[in-house]
């Protein structure tokens, strides 16, 4: 997190973008060599290299769409700029309090911190979660706002949030 005159940003975890290369190296590497050797002795290498060329360029744009992934915060105005790079600022003085809970993964005993910021009206302003952003950054980001933080003892499963408060989860974790 960095803090300059008064002003936060937050980016998600660097590690993430290393994961992302090394997945798209991985699973493509082999099967482009597979295709290299079979359509080389026919010249039809070349369609495979096109094919290759911009699949990758398609892999680079979106990760440098996802560079730009942040979470600003200045004295009136929390700012999140997502992937495809639109900004969605919201009014700090919108912001009634925030929520802070560690969820239990589907199908595991893991837990991932969660971040929520609150409307007056009780609507989810913003989500942070704990896969793509440092729990440290979001108990900052949480503390930067300004408003009051509410932490949950207890990890929480899906269920349980939902009976909580629904409006806490995206409609398809409902």
């Excluded at 979470?71 to 919108?94: E, F, S």
């Excluded at 971040?115 to 793509?132: C, M, N, P, S, Y």
């Amino acid at each position: 997190m960095d803090g300059a005159g008064g002003a936060w940003e937050v980016r998600p975890r660097p590690r993430l973008m290393r994961a992302a290369w090394l997945t798209y190296l991985s699973l493509t590497t082999p099967v482009f060599a597979v295709l290299y050797w079979l359509t080389a002795p026919h010249d039809g290498w070349g369609m495979v290299l096109a094919v290759h060329v911009g699949l990758t360029l398609v892999f680079v744009a979106v990760a440098a769409s996802v560079l730009h992934v942040r979470i600003c915060v200045d004295g009136t105005t929390v700012t999140r700029r997502g992937v495809p790079g639109r900004a969605r600022p919201v009014p700090a003085a919108a912001v009634a309090k925030a929520v802070m809970l560690d969820l239990y993964q589907p199908g595991a005993l893991d837990t991932h911190a969660q971040l929520f910021l609150l409307g007056h009206d009780g609507a989810v302003l913003l989500r942070l979660r704990g896969q793509l952003w440092a729990q440290s950054d979001m108990e900052a980001l949480a503390a930067a706002v300004g408003a009051p933080v509410e932490r949950l003892p207890q990890p929480l499963s899906r269920a349980e949030v939902k009976r909580l408060d629904p409006r806490l989860l995206r409609w398809f974790e409902r």
